[in-house]
Every structure is written in C-alpha cells, then in structure tokens.
C-alpha cells in the first residue's frame, strides 16, 4: 500500500503540472494579445484608470494574493486544489511577463528579462511536477543528473544565444511598435 506521504507528492507533482500548464498558456497568449493589441490588429482592450495604463501584472498580482490567501485559510483539496493550482499558474503567468517592467521599474514591455524569468519559473515548476523526490534519488541517478545537467547547461547557453540574436533582429522592430501604439 502506498503511504500517505507519497500520495501527498504525487498530488504535488499533479498539481504544479496544472500550474505549469496555465503558467504557459497564459504567457503566451499574454504575449500574443499584447502584439496584437500594438500592430491594432485587435481593438485596445488596455484598462486606464484616470490616463493611466494599469498593466496585467496588476491582475497577476491581485490573483496571487486571492489565490494565496484562499490556499492558506481554506486549505483546498481534490478539484478546488486542482482549480487553484490553475489560477496560481495564471497570475504567475499575468506577473512574469511583465518581470522586466518591475524589476527595471518601467521601460519596454519586450524585455529581456522577462522572457528569462519565465524559462527559470517554469524550470522550478517543471521540477517540482517532473523531478524525483530526494529520498529516491540513488547513486545510478548521479551520473544521469550530470549528463541531464552538463545538458541543460549546453540548452540554456544556445537558448541564450539566440535570444541575443532575435532580439537584435526583432527587438527595434517591437520598440517601434510599441511606440506607435502608446496613446
């Protein structure tokens, strides 16, 4: 028979898979919203309250706190754990994509480091719903954790190269589109 603590991880590793499904989902088509919204290819939909724009990182924000504090005080199990994994990936979604604007405190919505930060949370929700517990972690993993980390060493630098050279390609051309959309 399973054990209550294995039972409880698996539910763990279900649950920051929804996140990290919703996560994803959400900052794509945050992403592609935004560029559509700019190119006026869609209506702007932006929310300003007296001329100022309130950015969805505002919403990701305020549904972290409902999502936390609903998680914290209620303690959801079965579907409503599920459903609240689901919004936590969203307002994390709606929150990162615009990392670069509040760590930078402003500036262009394409930055860079948002882009980064979204590849490391979902990393760290790809660990928790894939990655074994440290208990089951055995001498014969060792040598597979070095291939797969020697591996993703190799992954993020090329990721990180392109990145450099997309943005040198794309990047002027997504400044001026924001430009031209700002009112």
Avoid: C
Avoid at 15 to 27: D, G, I, M, P, Q
Avoid at 129 to 152: D, M, N, Q, S, Y
Avoid at 156 to 176: C, E, N
């Amino acid at each position: 028979m399973l054990s209550e603590t294995h039972i409880r991880r698996e539910t763990a590793h279900k649950l920051a898979r929804y996140a990290l499904f919703s996560f994803l989902v959400t900052f794509i088509l945050a992403r592609v919203f935004v560029f559509l919204i700019m190119a006026q290819l869609l209506p702007n939909m932006y929310f300003f309250m007296h001329g100022t724009h309130v950015h969805h990182l505002n919403y990701g924000i305020f549904l972290l706190a409902v999502v936390s504090g609903y998680s914290v005080f209620r303690r959801p199990l079965g579907r409503r754990a599920e459903i609240t994994a689901l919004l936590y990936g969203m307002a994390m979604g709606l929150t990162f994509d615009e990392f670069g604007m509040w760590l930078h405190l402003g500036g262009s919505y394409w930055q860079r480091a948002s882009v980064d930060a979204v590849i490391v949370v979902s990393a760290l929700f790809g660990l928790v719903a894939f990655a074994r517990t440290l208990k089951r972690f055995e001498k014969r993993h060792f040598w597979g954790f070095i291939v797969l980390l020697t591996a993703l060493a190799g992954f993020g630098l090329v990721i990180y190269s392109a990145g450099i050279r997309i943005g040198d390609v794309v990047g002027p051309t997504l400044h001026d589109l924001e430009a031209a959309s700002s009112p």
